[in-house]
């Protein structure tokens, strides 16, 4: 049981990455990297996680001394989440020159022709 | 290598892979017991080192915020790219016309933009308050612009974003933040050092940097969104 | 101690205000802004190897310095060695900037420049970061410009496709390697590299320490382009405009072994040893020689220096695998002198672009006539990959050889040997079809880049200022050759290099501010045994070159295993991503094999 | 650990899976609004509502919109 927010990160990175190998779309190739993406986040929280603490934000209300999850795990994947929107989107605008180039979206399509 | 060839390629390693991922993860400590010292020792003296209560804000904009620097040009250099990549010398002349959806759409689409983009600048200014901040308001604040876009004001929208000024509200955001970080060393500080006055716990005018760091992170994000919303766009309405 | 965080902020800075800006700047002005900054981190990061040389410089941004020994900040350790790598960058970006202003025919958009700064700032900070996870985040920022980077001739499918493969690859070896610092983070409460090797240090490696050094070590060598991880890496420096490639081929893959040598000895070298040192020469081994086969079957000048690049990276990370030392002062002086040679080669591809219009040898045979000069760079650079004595990239060559066989390994000199030879036979190969039209005009064993990959666009003519372009690679191949006559360069490495895996000291200095103690400088000299193997590396290189143009036939014997090897190299990104987890498992497995 | 992590946990595994299994895109976009709702409620049950504040505009706003210009964009000829 205590291992199970841990084991949720190893199946999404696999699946994902069973995605991405498998992707007959561009597009949805871009998406699989996402989830790959999101396993690393449950991880990070999954650690940072402290039975019956809860968010790092204190007030007169809530003091210092009753303690809390962890903050810096949290830092971490804050930031990474509204980054990774970009990211894509880079990924993406690239997807769209190469169907703009090469009139496919299929990975498979685009092997190389060496002579 | 046939697709087939690939499957079973894969299928083997990545199931040792995950073998040897689950070995690894089996020396973690069990869920809900870490004791990272790192984080406990954030969370005991923040708010009394940094008069912030929301210790993951004063992560992000002080102890941490170089990293946070860095997550910022990212997020920076991954729109410059997309601008880079869909460059295309567009037909200033040539708007794309408005896609004048039904009146209620639009009526609705309206109304809502103005409370929207409060709520964004909401979010941003009390992010090391409460949870929210720079990150999240940036981007409520830039889809309340893309609602001019959805009830169909393409005009409005550009005319509320034109492209010298998104461009000027990017590259300052990004710039303010390293800005900051080279003010603290000719204050005598180090990089990024927090050499403001701290202020009172619980009111917006605490924190020393953070909530200029902050502010810094919600016009870049914000920024970003919409420069990268409006990349998107005008790839739509090209011929 | 102020030029730490500025060799960082000034280009980023800089980046910020071309952005903000650049629709009210003359046209030239950015070129101007790009040069000056990068003069400048050449500069800066040449005085920070000599501030660092007798104490490292350890910078705690925020000013938030260790308590108790718990780093509460983010921080950067400065020393030679890292400072070295950073001015490596800085000349390069330099050369780069400088033969850009040129290269180009077309008005460059503002965002070339944002993001090649953005890029340099990236690099000096991962060079330098002594945090697992602010390393992190400037792997991910230079990634990400190098991707769009990658892609800047839109107007090219295999560019789009080469920057595609280059972002997928890349971001899952990044994904790999934040599991790894997820683990070592959950394992010891730190970010802090010395902090966490202090904690490791405790106790015997057990799976999560393995797995963590696997995960760690994938991402890092995704990005340097080690066999089986380095598919992205041909097609992406293949496509990518010359002055973007002199920044690749130059210091970024490298940059990336730089950072395997930092996390092996400051955080797993107590509870791994030496034990996973023969894993590590193995895969620097399969690269080396994979690598400079393939250089030797390609046609295409970009494509053949991004195998060179690729081979090369398997001599440094030999250098690091050896585990002491001499063998990572050996890769480091290496990295600086090679990556010096690269770059300039790089400068006279363009220069070739240009003006031939084409890169690819069997279609250049001949016409390279019209620049002798930049043949003649083509010909001593490629003499510097054979390591030709006594000139700079001999110095390291020579040092990495008696590495070895100070650790045990002497059977790798002959594996040093054979990749040199072969990397620079094959651009002899090349110089000797194109500047001298030497050999045939066909060669069936040759892989020929499909069109538009190695074509230069539009009609070739005389650049305004043909200067801008071969001053530059003048310029650096003088600096990589000339590095040989740099006093006492190896012992200095060597000295460096060993307050560098000296782990427990170092930490101590790091987290309690107690120095690390720094030896004399030892007396390293090269062996009459360098010189024979330097000197039969230049003749089997020559000779190697010679057979390729006229007795082609010769070599047929290994077509077929090399078809197999070249098919395997075909731009499909799922293929990529498989080799990426076969190469993964297998480390892992071999990481568990030899740990205990 | 307390029932309703367990049910964010279980949904999480199903949402991923469910993403990289549908394979037509504009189908996987309204997915993957769904799966980083999923998301959404895993991080506000361990504790981090800063993070899950970001999924959440993330997810519900900035990643839709993207995906659906770039599929609008290349929807003919494919």
Partial sequence: MSFLPYALAAWLFAVGLYGVVTSRHLVHLVVCMTVIQSSTYVLLLGIGYRTGKKAPIFSSAVPPQVGAVDPVVQALTLTDVVVSVTVTALLLALVIEIWKRSGTLDPDELRRKDT | MSRRARLILFGGSVTILVALLVWGLTGLPAFGEFQGQYGRILNSTTQSSRHVGNVVAAVVFDYRGFDTLGEELILFASVMGVALLLREVRDEGERPRDEVRSDVVRAVGLAVIGPVVVLGLFVVAHGYLTPGGGFQGGVVVASGLVLLYAAGEYRAYRAASPSSLVDLAEGAGAGAYVAVGIAALLAGGLFLENVVALGTTGTLASGGTIPILNAAAGLEVAAALVLLFQEFLEELFEE | MTLVPLVVAVPLLAAAVLAAFGHFLPARFPDVVAVAVAAFVTVASVILIFRSSDETIHYWFGGWRPRNGIALGVSFSVDPLGAALAALV??????????????????????????????????????????????????????????????????????????????????????????????????????????????????????????????????????????????????????????????????????????????????????????????????????????????????????????????????????????????????????????????????????????????????????????????????????????????????????????????????????????????????????????????????????????????????????????????????????????????????????????????????????????????????????????????????????????????????????????????????????????????????????????? | MIPLQLMALALVALGGLAVVAVRDPLRQVLVLGLYGLVLVVLFVVFQAPDVAFSELVASAVAFPFILLAALAKMRDRK
């Fill in chain 3, 90 to 596: 800085g000349v390069l970006a330099t050369a780069a900037f400088v033969v850009s202003w040129d290269y180009f025919r077309e008005r460059v958009p503002p965002q070339f420049h944002v993001l090649m700064l953005l890029f340099v700032g990236a690099m000096v900070g991962f060079a330098l970061s002594s945090d697992l996870f602010n390393i992190f985040v400037f792997f991910e920022l230079m990634s990400v410009a190098a991707y769009a980077l990658t892609s800047y001739r839109i107007e090219r499918p295999s560019a789009v496709q080469g920057a595609i493969n280059f972002a997928v690859v890349n971001s899952i070896g990044a994904f790999m390697l934040l599991i790894g610092i997820a683990l070592l983070y959950a394992r010891t409460g730190a970010l802090n590299l010395a902090q966490m090797g202090q904690v490791l240090a405790q106790h015997d490696a057990d799976g999560l320490v393995i797995v963590a050094f696997t995960l760690v070590a994938v991402g890092f060598l995704t990005k340097a382009g080690a066999v089986p991880f380095h598919f992205w890496l041909s097609d992406a420096y293949a496509v990518a405009p010359a002055p973007v490639c002199i920044l690749f081929a130059g210091v970024m893959s490298d940059l990336a072994l730089h950072a395997v040598a930092r996390v092996y000895w400051l955080v797993f070298s107590g509870p791994l040893g030496t034990d996973v040192r023969p894993v590590l020469i193995g895969v620097g081994v399969i690269t080396a020689l994979i690598g400079a086969v393939m250089a030797w079957l390609q046609a295409g000048l970009k494509r053949m220096l991004a195998f060179v690049t690729i081979s090369h990276i398997g001599l440094f990370l030999i250098g690091i695998a050896l585990l002491t030392a001499r063998g990572l002062a050996a890769a480091t002086v290496y990295v600086v002198a090679d990556g010096l040679v690269k770059g300039s080669l790089f400068c006279a591809v363009a220069q070739l672009a240009r003006r031939v219009g084409h890169t690819d040898e069997l279609v250049c045979h001949g016409r390279g006539r019209v620049i002798p000069g930049t043949g003649v760079i083509v010909v001593v650079g490629a003499l510097g990959l054979a390591a030709i004595p006594p000139l700079g990239t001999f110095v390291p060559f020579g040092l990495l050889g008696r590495s070895a066989g100070l650790a045990g390994y002497g059977w790798l000199a002959p594996v040093l040997v054979l990749a040199t030879a072969l990397t620079g036979g094959a651009v002899l190969r090349a110089a000797g079809r194109i500047f001298l039209g030497l050999g045939p005009k066909r060669d069936d064993l040759l892989v020929s880049p499909p069109p538009g990959e190695e074509e230069d666009v539009g009609l070739a003519e005389v650049p305004r200022r043909g200067a801008l372009l071969w001053v530059p690679a003048l310029a650096l191949l003088i600096c990589g050759l000339g590095l040989a006559l740099t006093p006492g360069i190896s012992g200095h490495a060597v000295r460096h290099a060993e307050r560098f895996v000296d782990r427990a000291s170092l930490a101590r200095e790091t987290l309690h501010g107690v120095r690390a103690p720094l030896g004399p400088v030892p007396a390293v000299h090269a062996s009459a045994g360098s010189y024979l193997y330097g000197a039969v590396s230049v003749l089997a290189a020559v000779t190697l070159a010679l057979l390729g143009l006229y007795r082609s036939r010769a070599l047929r014997i290994v077509a077929p295993a090399a078809h197999r090897l070249k098919l395997l190299h075909d731009g499909v990104v799922g293929e990529y991503v498989t080799w990426l987890t076969v190469g993964a498992a297998a480390l892992g497995v071999l990481f568990a094999a030899v740990v205990r």
